[in-house]
C-alpha cells in the first residue's frame, strides 16, 4: 500500500501554478518514497488540485503500485474523482478521464478529503516549487 497526499496551489486563480505529492508506505511515516514538487504554468486552483492527483497516479503507475489511498484537502475534487458531484468545466473533465483510466491499474484504490492540517507535506512541496523558481 501507498499512502500519497497531493496538493494544487494557483497564485491568482488563474494564475502562476504549482503542484506538490507525497508518497509514503505508512501514514506515521516521513521517508518518501517519491514526492513531486513543481510549476504547471497558467492554471486555476482546482486545475492544480486536478494535475497534483493526475502526476501522482501516473508516478505510482510507473513504479508498479498496486495499493493506494490517496489524500487531498480538496474535497470538490475527492468528491468528483467519486462521482458525486459532476465535472463541469471541460478543460478538468480531460484531466478526470485520464485520471479514470490510470485508477482502473489499481487493485486496491482509495480517496479521501483531510483537512489541510493533514496535507502539510504535499502543501509544502507545492508551495516549493515556486520558491524554487530562478529569478
Sequence with gaps: ???LHCDGASKG???PASIGVSATRNLSD???VFSISREIGKKTN???EWISLLEGLS???SRNEMKIHIYMDSELVVKQVKGVY?????ELRE??????Q???FFEEFRISHVLREKNKRADELANLAFSNKPK
Design 86 to 90: 459532476k465535472t463541469k468545466k471541460a
Design 13 to 15: 486563480n488563474p494564475g
Design 95 to 100: 484531466i478526470k478521464k485520464k485520471v479514470d
Design 46 to 48: 482546482n486545475e492544480a
Design 102 to 104: 490510470l485508477i482502473k
Design 59 to 61: 508516478e505510482a503507475v
Design 30 to 32: 516521513t521517508d518518501e
Design 1 to 3: 500500500m501507498i499512502y
